[in-house]
């Protein structure tokens, strides 16, 4: 199995900065892909960025330019997937949530969730 565990939201104004973080454990050599979604009150739950095992990013026409999704490795078992997001709008607001796609049963995992808000 895997196990997500997602922090860094918080109240941001207009233009300010957030770095998100996803501690990804467990089974790790069972991802090909690691990504962000987020999903805003009465929304569906959208992908904001994406990176597979070879390092290949895509993000949603919304953030480019402006998000980042890295990873930083940490040993064999562990590591964190960020999402740095820069000039953030109050149109982000959302509860941002990192997902990984995996070859284990049931094929995804996600974290809990965590609240960006962006208001003056």
């Known amino acids: 199995q895997v196990q997500l565990v997602d922090s860094g939201g918080g109240l941001v104004q207009p233009g300010g900065s957030l770095r998100l973080s996803c501690l990804v454990s467990?089974?790790?050599?069972?991802?090909?892909?690691r990504a962000w979604y987020r999903q805003a009150p009465g929304k569906q739950r959208d992908l904001v960025a994406s990176l597979s095992t070879g390092g290949r990013t895509t993000y949603a026409d919304s953030v480019k330019d402006r998000f980042t999704i890295s990873r930083e490795n940490a040993n064999s078992t562990v590591y964190t997937v960020y999402l740095q997001m820069d000039n953030l709008q109050p149109e982000d607001t959302a509860v941002y949530y990192c997902?990984?796609?995996?070859?284990?049963?049931?094929?995804?995992?996600w974290g809990q969730g965590t609240q960006v808000t962006v208001s003056s």
């Open positions: 467990g089974n790790i050599g069972s991802i090909y892909t």
């Open positions: 997902n990984v796609k995996s070859i284990l049963t049931p094929g995804e995992f």
